[in-house]
């Protein structure tokens, strides 16, 4: 259950922070001001990486029967999901990293409540590497995710039930 419920809250969250990055690249197409989006992208952030750690946690804490969980089961389900958590983990430090308040724009909010602050001062060129890893990480993960969305309605047809119905089964499941 507990794998389950970090599986979509992680899942809502990654959608949440796609509709977040829209601005980004489509400045004209959507309406609203940097400060506003970059604020719900940098909270929605955080609270992924919280939600990354904690299931970094569970899957490599031991089970009843002496094994970790992040190894079962074993083959191309084990890899994407060690690949998917993997990007996810390197995008959260990229982007935490790359942050720094700008003298002449508005100041970025977390939650609406905390002043946003550079963890890190870097230098201008490791800055933009930082950047281009951020948005290049961030175009593997959407591969990645993909890949393993096929996957589940794939298994799920050949299971019998309908598309939709994997969602729900949580039972027995390792997602």
């Known amino acids: 259950m507990t794998t389950w419920l970090l599986h979509w809250i992680t899942a809502a969250l990654v959608a949440l922070m796609l509709l977040a990055s829209l601005p980004i690249p489509y400045?004209?197409?959507?309406h609203i001001p940097p400060s506003l989006w970059m604020g719900i992208h940098m909270s929605v952030g955080w609270i992924l990486m919280v939600v990354t750690a904690g299931?970094?946690?569970?899957?490599?804490?031991?089970?009843?029967?002496?094994?970790?969980?992040?190894f079962r089961p074993r083959g191309l389900r084990a890899l994407m999901k060690v690949l998917l958590l993997g990007s996810l983990a390197v995008i959260l430090a990229t982007g935490a990293i790359i942050y720094r308040p700008s003298p002449l724009s508005p100041r970025i909010y977390l939650f609406g409540l905390f002043e946003a602050g550079a963890l890190v001062n870097l230098g201008h060129a490791i800055h933009l590497q930082f950047i281009i890893s951020h948005r290049y990480l961030a175009?593997?993960?959407?591969?990645?995710?993909?890949?393993h969305t096929y996957f589940a309605f794939e298994n799920s047809s050949r299971s019998g039930p309908a598309p939709i119905a994997w969602l729900w089964r949580r039972t027995g499941s390792n997602r």
């Open 27 to 30: 400045p004209d197409f959507v």
């Open 55 to 70: 299931r970094f946690l569970v899957l490599a804490l031991p089970q009843r029967g002496g094994s970790v969980r992040i």
């Open 139 to 147: 175009y593997a993960l959407a591969v990645f995710f993909i890949i």
